[in-house]
Structure formats: structure tokens, C-alpha cells
């Protein structure tokens, strides 16, 4: 992780300047990530063109959607595999390619609806693989230094894309759900097409953290500690996910609002993401590793005990800008932890196991919190999302955490010698793919 700001050292650089210093490779990942994720109008309008364009009802069409989303499993599954053997180019053109297969064959083809179920698993395989290649590739080129940088732009670029590509998509769906289709596909063609030309296939840089030496190396033994943390992550996805889940039901029941509020709800989490992504990752590098987990837990402890004992309209925006600060924090440390400290042969396939965390939560959350609503009422299900990030705060205060690479460095040697300096900027293959240094 970078050095931070301490005492004695430099002004801390703009972020377009340090952008400008990343991986040209990177730069392009970053800006095909963004593109791809505003361009993505098939996903959020799913539901809707399954009941008005299909015919099926809104149980089946649901059901469809819950069987069809077992492929973001299988996706983040198949990233580690594939970007071990194929190459994280390889890993991000493929994702991008079945995507695009199985949102043609969803929007064009005519079939019973278990066809529909397999189409969208196709293309959610594909989403399911983009994510941990995309990190994979970051960690690969990514310094120790630059790696809470490079996170948090990819966070903040996909979340500003996430933000568009539903407002993009509705404007295409009332036009036509072909053209919702095709503009979803057209687009993550071109990204493919550019990764294809702009990332080289070999990306291991060689520039990883030191790992411990000796036999081979598994999700446990000597990575034992980033398994356990990546594992913890769920205590910190799961209430993204219900919130998701929970805030257009809550809001238009409980406190029978319009549905637009909800809107509202991620155009506040967007703002809070752009406008204070950046000065958080400032300031990251200078707390501990478990320090941040745990701040991030409690923000959103009180994000959430905001909607528990005050749930109204101001509770819904207030507390959506103190739990976002929180997501923001873990959503930095854990993929930048995992880089750090994984030998850069499993760095994929722990990659792919925080995109796992993820797709099992989407998958496990809205189910069991349905229940809950179902047999016990609101109030029980915001309950339980207050406690989800209380226990994680209880794992990550005695999980096994180890100091960042970069930090350790920092620590050891103030004042880098040349030697250090070299090895820091990388050689051979990784000035190949560096620009701006």
C-alpha cells in the first residue's frame, strides 16, 4: 500500500497525475471498465422484459433470474482457472464475448423458458468473470504503491458506470428492447476488441510482495490469513446486498414513498463514492490493516442503526452516506490485501473467490431476508442486517492480519537506495508494460 502522507514526506500528487503514472494497460482496463459497465442496459431491466416482452409472469420471470444468477458463481469460479491459464487479457476478452453471446440469444431467440434460464447464465458468467479478472490484472501491474490508487479508480469508475447504464438502458427499452440489447452487446464487443489490442496477454510483472517460501501453494497453509479475510468480506457484502433488496420494498410499504426515492438512494451512495473515494484512499495507507476493516464495520453499523431505530425518509438518505463510506473502505483493502499478499500464481483464484463472496451473497441474502419479512415483518430484517456487519467487526478485531507489503517496506527502509528503487519500478517484461514512469 503507499507510504501515505507523513511527516517529512511530499505533496501529495493530483489524482490525475498519479492516474497518468499507472500502466497504460491499466489506464485502458479502467476506461473499458467504465464504458462496459454504463453500457450494461440488459441486467437491471431483466424483470421487466421478461414479464412484457416474454409473457411470463412476475413469480416465473423472478424464478428465472434467481437460476440464471448462479452463472456470476460459476463466472467468479472460472476467472482464477482461466486467467492462470489463458492470461487475464484472455480471462477479460472471454467474459466480455459470453456476455455478449448470451444477451443475443436472450434478446433474439423464441423458446420454452428454461432456454431463457440458460441464456442469462451464459451472460452472467461472463459478468461473473470480468470483476476478479479485472482486479487480477491490477495486482499483476500495478506497484505496492499504487495498488489502494488503482482500486479505488476501478471502484469509483464502475460504480459511476453502474449509476449510468440503467438511466441508458431505460432510454433504449422505451424505444426498443432491441436496441436495449444490442447497445448492451455492441459495447462490450468494442471493450473486448480494445483489451484485445491495448493489454498484453503475459502480465505478471514479477513485481509481488514477497510471500513465504516453500511446497505449493493453496487457499490454505501460508495464505491461510487472506482466505479467513475474504471469507470475513461476506459480513461486509451481505448488507450492500439486502440493502438492495430491503430499500425499494421498505420504502414503498413502510413508509409508502414513491419508488423514486430509491433512485435518489443510489444517486447519494454515487456522490459519496466520487466525491469522497479518493480522499479516503489518501488517507488509507496510514492506518493498520485491521484499523480500516474495523472503521469500515462500524460505519456501516451505524449506517444501518440509522434505519433500525429511525426509519424515515431523512434515516433512508442520512444513513446512506455513512454505510457508503464504509463499502468504500472494504472494498479497497480486501482486493488491494489479497494483491499484497498472495503469490502472484493464486492471485486469480483469490480474486475469484472475493467475486464468489459476492455472487453468494446475491444469491443467500435477498432469499433469507425474504423469509424473515415474510414470516416475522420489517423491523426483524433491518435487525438482522445491523447484526451481519456487528459480527464481522468481531471476526476482523481477532483474524489474523499481516502488515501491507508496502508498508512493511516503508518501515524497514525510510529513505529507498537505488537498488530498492529498481526493484520497486520492476525490470524486463514489467517496463514493457509500464508508461509514464
Not at 165 to 182: K, N, Q, T
Request: contains cysteine; aromatic residues 8%.
Amino acid at each position: 500500500m503507499a507510504t501515505g502522507t507523513g511527516e517529512g514526506a511530499a505533496a501529495p500528487k493530483a489524482w490525475s497525475a498519479r492516474f497518468k503514472e499507472l500502466p497504460l494497460p491499466l489506464r485502458v482496463l479502467f476506461v473499458t471498465s467504465f464504458v462496459n459497465r454504463a453500457g450494461m442496459f440488459v441486467f437491471p431491466l431483466l424483470a421487466v422484459y421478461l414479464v412484457r416482452s416474454k409473457g411470463l409472469g412476475t413469480a416465473e420471470a423472478g424464478l428465472l433470474i434467481s437460476v440464471g444468477s448462479t452463472g456470476l458463481l460459476v463466472g467468479s469460479l472460472l476467472s482464477g482457472p482461466v486467467c492462470d491459464l489463458r492470461g487475464r487479457r484472455d480471462a477479460l476478452v472471454a467474459a466480455l464475448v459470453l456476455n455478449a453471446v448470451g444477451y443475443l440469444g436472450l434478446g433474439t431467440l423464441d423458446g420454452p423458458p428454461w432456454t431463457y434460464a440458460l441464456l442469462l447464465f451464459v451472460a452472467l458468467v461472463g459478468m461473473g468473470m470480468f470483476g476478479p479478472a479485472a482486479n487480477t490484472l491490477i495486482a499483476d501491474l500495478a506497484t505496492p504503491e499504487q495498488r489502494p490508487f488503482s482500486y479505488t479508480v476501478s471502484y469509483i469508475g464502475n460504480n459511476l458506470g453502474m449509476g449510468i447504464g440503467p438511466l441508458l438502458g431505460g432510454v433504449a427499452a422505451a424505444y426498443s428492447y432491441h436496441v436495449m440489447f444490442a447497445g448492451n452487446i455492441v459495447v462490450g464487443l468494442l471493450c473486448a476488441v480494445v483489451i484485445r489490442f491495448w493489454v498484453p496477454r503475459d502480465t505478471r510483472t514479477g513485481t509481488a510482495a514477497p510471500k513465504a517460501a516453500g511446497g505449493r501453494v493453496r487457499f490454505g497453509g501460508v495464505h491461510g490469513h487472506v482466505l479467513w479475510m475474504v471469507l470475513a468480506s461476506f459480513f461486509y457484502v451481505a448488507p450492500l446486498i439486502g440493502l438492495e433488496y430491503v430499500l425499494p420494498l421498505a420504502v414503498t410499504t413502510e413508509l409508502n414513498a414513491s419508488a423514486g426515492l430509491v433512485g435518489v438512494v443510489y444517486t447519494v451512495n454515487s456522490v459519496v463514492v466520487v466525491g469522497l473515494g479518493l480522499q479516503l484512499e489518501k488517507r488509507i495507507a496510514s492506518y493498520p490493516i485491521r484499523t480500516l476493516l474495523l472503521v469500515a464495520g462500524v460505519l456501516w453499523a451505524l449506517g444501518l442503526a440509522v434505519l433500525d431505530f429511525g426509519f424515515s425518509l431523512a434515516a433512508v438518505l442520512a444513513s446512506t452516506v455513512v454505510w457508503t463510506l464504509g463499502e468504500i473502505i472494504a472494498s479497497v483493502v480486501v482486493p488491494t490485501y489479497i494483491a499484497d499478499h498472495v503469490d502472484e500464481h493464486r492471485v486469480g483464484r483469490f480474486m475469484a473467490l472475493n467475486g464468489f463472496v459476492l455472487g453468494l451473497a446475491r444469491l443467500v441474502v435477498p432469499f433469507g431476508l425474504g423469509l424473515i419479512w415474510q414470516n416475522h415483518g420489517a423491523r426483524p430484517v433491518l435487525h438482522t442486517m445491523l447484526i451481519t456487519p456487528l459480527i464481522g467487526i468481531a471476526v476482523f478485531a481477532v483474524l489474523r492480519i499481516r502488515s501491507s507489503a508496502a508498508s512493511a517496506a516503508s518501515a524497514s527502509t525510510p529513505e529507498p537506495t537505488s537498488a530498492s528503487a529498481s526493484v520497486e519500478a520492476g525490470s524486463g517484461p514489467a517496463d514493457a508494460v509500464r508508461s509514464g514512469a
